[in-house]
């Protein structure tokens, strides 16, 4: 199956990454209803879109349920059936997928999540080129920069100011991050063949990583060039550079 519910599956069978996955299945009355019960908040996603199109997201409070999309306005509905009818009418004939919603770290309420870039060098081998924080805009329920109005910072600005972490705590943080990216590129070359891989984790309020998505088809590296440092977005181009003149003078293939 492909899209994100068959990318979800096929990392899921790798027990060591399966513990980073949130609950993730395809959206219908019951699922919706037992996520919903058992996490009180869930995204609502189109299984093959990508840059936070057509996201929304659903929750419970105390008295009521709500619902929203991207940035619109926040509706409120009695039951679970009513929010489930509602979601149903901004939906599109093509497979949807629910999802846990992770409760994601925040910097002045804004909730965040990290970028990790990797690329494949010269020698044909997966290699880490950089990680950054993304904000989420004001009202929005993505962290995308550009759909969702957010902006990008520092990976350990956002551990010290979010997470209060140690620079100890920083360097672990970072390591594992990096460490976990690996086995993802290792686990996804049985996938299909990718050059460069995005991948999208977010940390809670328990400092607990979480996978949010694996975005393999042209990730952004202008994330990365809005930072004021720009030697990441200049690793990144530089490394990119070399495996495409490797690819294009025979040294290496596309496996």
């Given at each position: 199956?492909?899209?994100?519910?068959?990318?979800?599956?096929?990392?899921?069978?790798?027990?060591?990454?399966?513990?980073?996955?949130?609950?993730?299945?395809?959206?219908?009355?019951?699922?919706?209803?037992?996520?919903?019960?058992?996490?009180?908040?869930?995204?609502?996603?189109?299984?093959?879109?990508?840059?936070?199109?057509?996201?929304?997201?659903?929750?419970?409070?105390?008295?009521?349920?709500?619902?929203?999309?991207?940035?619109?306005?926040?509706?409120?509905?009695?039951?679970?059936?009513?929010?489930?009818?509602?979601?149903?009418?901004?939906?599109?004939?093509?497979?949807?997928?629910?999802?846990?919603?992770?409760?994601?770290?925040?910097?002045?309420?804004?909730?965040?999540?990290?970028?990790?870039?990797?690329?494949?060098?010269?020698?044909?081998?997966?290699?880490?080129?950089?990680?950054?924080?993304?904000?989420?805009?004001?009202?929005?329920?993505?962290?995308?920069?550009?759909?969702?109005?957010?902006?990008?910072?520092?990976?350990?600005?956002?551990?010290?100011?979010?997470?209060?972490?140690?620079?100890?705590?920083?360097?672990?943080?970072?390591?594992?991050?990096?460490?976990?990216?690996?086995?993802?590129?290792?686990?996804?070359?049985?996938y299909k063949y990718s050059s460069q891989i995005g991948i999208d984790f977010g940390i809670d309020q328990h400092h607990?990583?979480?996978?949010?998505?694996?975005?393999?088809?042209?990730?952004?590296?202008?994330?990365?060039?809005?930072?004021?440092?720009?030697?990441?977005?200049?690793?990144?181009?530089?490394?990119?550079?070399?495996?495409?003149?490797?690819?294009?003078?025979?040294?290496?293939?596309?496996?």
């Amino acid at each position: 199956m492909p899209g994100k519910l068959g990318l979800h599956l096929f990392y899921s069978k790798d027990p060591h990454i399966r513990a980073y996955l949130p609950s993730t299945t395809v959206l219908n009355r019951d699922s919706f209803y037992s996520l919903m019960r058992r996490y009180q908040s869930v995204y609502i996603k189109p299984n093959m879109s990508h840059m936070g199109k057509g996201i929304m997201k659903a929750w419970s409070t105390e008295k009521e349920y709500r619902f929203v999309k991207v940035k619109g306005d926040v509706k409120s509905f009695r039951n679970l059936k009513s929010t489930y009818n509602a979601i149903q009418k901004q939906t599109s004939k093509d497979l949807y997928i629910v999802q846990r919603a992770i409760h994601l770290a925040k910097i002045q309420t804004r909730p965040f999540d990290i970028r990790v870039m990797m690329i494949r060098n010269s020698q044909n081998e997966w290699q880490y080129t950089g990680m950054l924080a993304k904000v989420a805009g004001s009202s929005s329920v993505i962290t995308n920069v550009n759909r969702g109005g957010g902006y990008a910072i520092p990976i350990e600005n956002a551990l010290d100011t979010s997470l209060r972490l140690t620079h100890e705590q920083q360097h672990r943080t970072i390591k594992d991050l990096i460490d976990l990216s690996h086995r993802i590129c290792h686990r996804f070359n049985r996938y299909k063949y990718s050059s460069q891989i995005g991948i999208d984790f977010g940390i809670d309020q328990h400092h607990k990583i979480w996978i949010i998505e694996v975005n393999f088809d042209y990730p952004s590296h202008d994330l990365f060039n809005k930072l004021k440092d720009k030697t990441m977005y200049r690793k990144i181009k530089s490394i990119r550079n070399t495996y495409l003149k490797a690819l294009q003078a025979g040294k290496i293939r596309r496996k």
